[in-house]
């Protein structure tokens, strides 16, 4: 495979000597990654009444959860320079992780004659499914260069809902698709070319998702905003093709 652009083709010779032995070979690849994750959700909540209503906890929450993943994907490895150690690889992948983030406030009604003198709001915050992408960049290593270190970044979605409820009721539900920022490092081991078992540690940041509910009855203002970040530990196994 040729290289555009004569620079990087020089830096890259520059550093990585000509590989002994084939390694990590262009082509396609598919696989299956396990692991867990580590969430942290800052989310602000608000509910504006002209009933004038004041509410017992602060509006700005953090909640943590940690649940297990699985994701499917395939991509496309390649040499950017022939006969080095660099490789690159675009990837799509699926992944399912049930996550979800919960609060709960009190809101209370100024004038004490009010029916009802306070309720209980809950908000539920589900996002189960992550579609996106990512590029690896790495090295290919080893006695009998058979490790490749790399790192990514990427991009995702995410179909977010959005529940409020008081008590069992279930006054809101919202949907909105959420847009992820990703990075990570990883390592992969080639098993006589025809498997790659590997480990990644992976971040994936969420950009804010604003959600708000009006109520023209009541002239109710609901407001929920939520930024979600997630650590994740994975085993990934692949096979090229």
């Known amino acids: ?32 990654s396990l692991g867990y994750s580590h969430t942290t959700a800052k989310t ?15 509006p700005n929450k953090s909640t943590t959860t940690n649940a297990p993943q699985g994701s499917l994907f395939i991509g496309y490895l390649f040499e950017p320079v022939q006969n080095t150690p660099w490789r690159i690889a675009p990837e799509i992948f699926f992944q399912y992780s049930p996550n ?3 609060e709960i406030f009190v809101i209370h009604a100024k004038d004490p004659l009010s029916t009802p003198p306070s309720s209980t709001i809950h908000d539920k915050l589900t996002y189960n499914y992550t579609f996106g992408g990512k590029v690896r960049v790495g090295y290919v290593c080893g006695e009998a260069s058979d490790l490749l270190p790399y790192a990514f970044i990427g991009a995702a979605f995410s179909p977010m809902e959005w529940k409020r409820y008081d ?14 920022l990703l990075a990570g ?12 078992l590997g480990l990644e540690l992976g971040y994936t940041h969420y950009l804010t998702t604003s959600f708000q509910a009006t109520d023209d009855t009541e002239g109710d203002i609901n407001i ?16 090229p093709f």
């Open 100 to 102: 979800k983030n919960e």
């Open 44 to 58: 602000e909540e608000d509910f504006k009444s002209e009933k004038e209503l004041t509410r017992s906890s602060s």
């Open 167 to 180: 008590t069992s009721e279930i006054q809101i539900i919202q949907k909105k698709t959420a847009t992820a």
């Open 224 to 239: 929920y905003k939520a930024q979600p970040s997630i650590w994740s530990l994975s085993l990934r196994y692949s096979i």
């Open 1 to 32: 495979m040729k290289i555009a652009h004569p620079l990087f083709a020089t830096f890259a010779l520059l550093l990585a000597p000509a590989l002994t032995q084939a390694a990590f070979e262009a082509g396609w690849y598919a696989g299956a």
């Open 185 to 196: 490092i990883g390592v992969e081991k080639e098993l006589k070319s025809t498997h790659r």
